[in-house]
């Protein structure tokens, strides 16, 4: 017979205090159930994919320079992700006006689709998961969290 204090469950006390635990452990249940929800979708089975995806949608003419930035990836990785929404049909790539060299990166009316299609998963994902949280407390960890990005990123670069 297996003691409580034995089940695998059963972290709290062993845990306690090791919060990137906790947020490792979240990112991996959202990505699960983002994964799931998205199945459908042609950028399912990958955050890079909706990121880039949401990052050319919100600004037409992105370099992927800036998406592998965003992303925290390395350029051959990002350029790996920029091609499979390419070659999806969801975004395009074009010479940039102000660099012969460089690509800008437009949304296709496809990838416009998803990209909307995406957002209202995420939202409802977000509301489902969160529910149990009251929302004035909702919006005060988003900005903790959202502060601690921001303050952990300029530490990084």
Same mark, same amino acid.
């Given at each position: 017979?297996?003691?409580? %204090? ?55 003419? /992105? ?13 051959? &990785? &990002?350029? %790996? ?31 416009? &689709? ?18 149990? /949280? ?24």
């Amino acid at each position: 017979m297996t003691q409580e %204090r034995d089940h695998p469950d059963n972290v709290d006390g062993l845990l306690e205090g090791t919060l990137s635990w906790y947020i490792r452990s979240l990112d991996s249940l959202v990505s699960r159930d983002l994964d799931r929800r998205m199945a459908r979708l042609p950028v399912a089975r990958g955050k890079g994919k909706i990121t880039a995806l949401l990052l050319v949608d919100d600004h037409p003419g /992105i370099r992927p320079s800036a998406i592998a930035t965003v992303l925290m990836r390395d350029r051959p &990785t &990002t350029g %790996r992700i920029v091609e499979r929404l390419v070659e999806a049909g969801l975004i395009r790539r074009q010479v940039a006006g102000d660099d012969q060299r460089a690509q800008s990166l437009t949304v296709t009316e496809q990838g416009r &689709t998803v990209a909307a299609q995406v957002r209202a998963i995420i939202r409802e994902q977000e509301r489902d998961f969160f529910a149990h /949280i009251p929302a004035d407390e909702r919006r005060q960890f988003h900005r903790i969290l959202k502060q601690s990005y921001h303050v952990l990123r300029a530490g990084l670069t």
